[in-house]
C-alpha cells in the first residue's frame, strides 16, 4: 500500500516531514516533489535502499542516480572537491534546476547510486517542500523521476501514483511541479565542463557565468553514462509519438493520411492548432510561450495513455533556449521519429 502525505507549503509540516525521514533511516524509499518533476528518493549511503529505487521504477542499473540536498554544507560529506566553475555555476544557479556532476569521495556514497563511477550529480532542489524535507533529513537523498522508467516524468503525485502504487510506501503530495522538465546536467569534472542534459538553465545562461560550454557528443552504447537521460528511451507514452512543426504546408495531409489508414490521431498541441485534424486533442494551453509548453508537457503525454487512440502527433518546436531542452524530451520521447 501506497500512503499520502499531504503537505501545507505554507504551513509546518514537521511531523510530515519527520515521518518520511524515519522512513528513508529504516531503508525505504518516498517520492517528493521538486520544482522539476517529482523524485523517487532514498539514502544515496543505503546500497539497500538504493536498489529499491531501481526496483520500484524498473530502471537500468548502470543507469545513474542524482544526489539532492537541502544546504550546500552537505556536499563536504561525499564531494571530493569542488572545481571553481562548479562554484560559480552554484553560486548563481542554486537552489534550483541545475545538476552538477561532481568528483565522488571514494566510498562516501553507496556505489549503485553513481553505477561504479567516481563521479555524481548533484543538486539542490528549489521547491519549499524538497528543501524543507531535505535539509531536516540532512542526509544525501538519491533521487530519480518518480514514475516507471521509460514513462513521462510525473509532475504530480497523482502520477506517480499511477507508476507507482503499491511500489512504494510514501508519497510526499506538495502540489505540481512547476518546470515540468528535469534539471540541467553540466559534468565539471572535464574542462571545459560538458552539458550532458538540456534543462530550464539554459546553456546560454551558464556561459554567461562559467564561460565556455562544450557538447556532450554520442554516447557509445557500451558506455556507463555520466548521467540520467543519456543512454535510454525515456518520457515514451503507451502509443507511439510523431513529431511535427505543425505551421508546416504539409502537416494537415499528413496527419490525414495517418486516418486513412484507420489510425485514431491524438494531437499534443497548443490551443491554436485545435484546427488541424486528428480524433482527440490534447492541450499544452493557450499559451505558445516555451516556459508554459514545457511545465505542460509530461502531464499532457500521460493523458494520452487514457485516450483511445493509435498514434500521437506532437508539436515541435525551434530548439533554442529552453527550447533545446523541450525538444530533448520530446525527442526521445519519439525515439526520433518525425511525421
Known amino acids: 500500500m501506497t500512503n499520502c502525505v499531504h503537505v501545507d507549503r505554507n504551513g509546518d509540516n514537521t511531523k510530515s516531514y519527520q515521518q518520511?525521514?524515519?522512513?528513508?533511516?529504516?531503508?525505504?524509499?518516498?517520492?517528493?516533489?521538486?520544482?522539476?518533476?517529482?523524485?523517487?528518493?532514498?539514502?544515496?549511503?543505503?546500497?539497500?535502499?538504493?536498489?529499491?529505487?531501481?526496483e520500484a521504477k524498473g530502471r537500468p542499473s548502470d543507469n545513474p542516480l542524482i544526489v539532492h540536498i537541502g544546504q550546500i554544507e552537505q556536499l563536504q560529506g561525499f564531494i571530493d572537491h569542488v572545481p571553481e566553475k562548479a562554484k560559480l555555476a552554484i553560486e548563481a544557479f542554486w537552489p534550483g534546476p541545475l545538476t552538477a556532476i561532481l568528483p565522488l569521495k571514494s566510498g562516501a556514497l553507496a556505489e549503485n547510486v553513481s553505477a561504479g563511477l567516481s563521479t555524481v550529480g548533484v543538486r539542490m532542489p528549489s521547491h519549499p517542500v524538497a528543501r524543507e524535507l531535505l535539509t531536516l533529513a540532512n542526509m544525501p537523498i538519491a533521487a530519480p523521476?518518480?514514475?516507471?522508467?521509460?514513462?513521462?516524468?510525473?509532475?504530480?503525485?497523482?502520477?506517480?501514483?499511477?507508476?507507482?502504487?503499491?511500489?512504494?510506501?510514501?508519497?510526499?503530495?506538495?502540489?505540481?511541479?512547476?518546470?515540468?522538465?528535469?534539471?540541467?546536467?553540466?559534468?565539471?569534472?572535464?574542462?571545459?565542463?560538458?552539458?550532458?542534459?538540456?534543462?530550464?538553465?539554459?546553456?546560454?545562461?551558464?556561459?554567461s557565468v562559467i564561460g565556455e560550454l562544450q557538447g556532450a557528443g554520442r554516447l557509445r552504447d557500451q558506455d556507463a553514462p555520466k548521467a540520467p537521460g543519456m543512454k535510454y528511451t525515456h518520457y515514451a507514452p503507451e502509443a507511439p509519438v510523431l513529431l511535427a512543426f505543425l505551421d508546416d504546408e504539409d502537416v494537415t495531409d499528413k496527419i490525414e493520411q495517418l486516418r486513412s489508414q484507420g489510425k485514431r490521431v491524438a494531437l499534443v498541441?497548443?490551443?491554436?492548432?485545435?484546427?488541424?485534424?486528428?480524433?482527440?486533442?490534447?492541450?499544452?494551453?493557450?499559451?505558445?510561450?516555451?516556459e508554459a509548453v514545457s511545465s505542460r508537457l509530461f502531464a499532457a503525454l500521460r493523458e494520452c495513455n487514457q485516450l483511445p487512440i493509435d498514434v500521437i502527433v506532437a508539436a515541435a518546436y525551434p530548439a533554442e533556449g529552453i527550447g533545446k531542452a523541450l525538444m530533448n524530451r520530446l525527442e526521445k520521447a519519439a525515439g526520433g521519429n518525425w511525421l
Open 20 to 54: 518520511i525521514v524515519d522512513n528513508w533511516l529504516q531503508g525505504e524509499v518516498a517520492a517528493f516533489p521538486t520544482e522539476t518533476v517529482y523524485g523517487l528518493g532514498a539514502d544515496a549511503r543505503n546500497a539497500q535502499a538504493i536498489a529499491k529505487i531501481y
Open 145 to 207: 523521476s518518480a514514475n516507471r522508467s521509460g514513462k513521462p516524468s510525473p509532475t504530480a503525485a497523482s502520477h506517480v501514483l499511477e507508476d507507482l502504487e503499491g511500489r512504494i510506501p510514501y508519497i510526499v503530495d506538495g502540489g505540481p511541479a512547476t518546470a515540468g522538465l528535469e534539471s540541467t546536467i553540466v559534468d565539471f569534472t572535464v574542462e571545459p565542463p560538458a552539458l550532458l542534459r538540456p534543462g530550464s538553465i539554459t546553456e546560454e545562461m551558464l556561459i
Open 269 to 290: 498541441a497548443t490551443d491554436s492548432y485545435r484546427g488541424l485534424p486528428h480524433d482527440a486533442f490534447v492541450s499544452l494551453g493557450e499559451s505558445n510561450e516555451i
